[in-house]
Nanobody
Framework: QVQLVESGGGLVQAGGSLRLACTASGRTVSRYRMGWFRQAPGKEREFVAAIGWSGGITSYVDSVKGRFTISRDNAKNTVYLQMNSLKPEDTAIYYC????????????????????WGQGAQVTVSS
């Protein structure tokens, strides 16, 4: 079984940057699509970004395009989310997710397209 652990969250001022890391253990995720989701207080979990197994395909929610970058280092079994120009509305718990079943990209933006989740990392952006 794969276990995912997020790190790198914290408190930052608006306009600042953070880099989240999601490190997998238990087995390699090098062939899995990986995703980042977030959930703000009182809101539903929403898709943020996804990356294909080779890193050649990425997808982002419109609200983070041009500010966030998803990447992966398969040798380290780790996926990253570089977050720049952060805004208070980016405040949320950020979750890393893995698709070990090889589902299609048509559901990459849906939570049910992933079967393994991390515990989440808090990101707080102050104004």
């Amino acid at each position: 079984q794969v276990q995912l652990v997020e790190s790198g969250g914290g408190l930052v001022q608006a306009g600042g940057s953070l880099r989240l890391a999601c490190t997998a253990s238990g087995r390699t995720v090098s062939r899995y699509r990986m995703g980042w989701f977030r959930q703000a207080p009182g809101k539903e979990r929403e898709f943020v970004a996804a990356i294909g197994w080779s890193g050649g395909i990425t997808s982002y929610v419109d609200s983070v395009k041009g500010r966030f970058t998803i990447s992966r280092d398969n040798a380290k079994n780790t996926v990253y989310l570089q977050m720049n120009s952060l805004k208070p509305e980016d405040t949320a718990i950020y979750y890393c997710a893995a698709d070990s079943q090889g589902t299609g990209w048509d559901i990459a933006k849906n939570a049910y397209g992933y079967d393994t989740w991390g515990q989440g990392a808090q990101v707080t952006v102050s104004s």
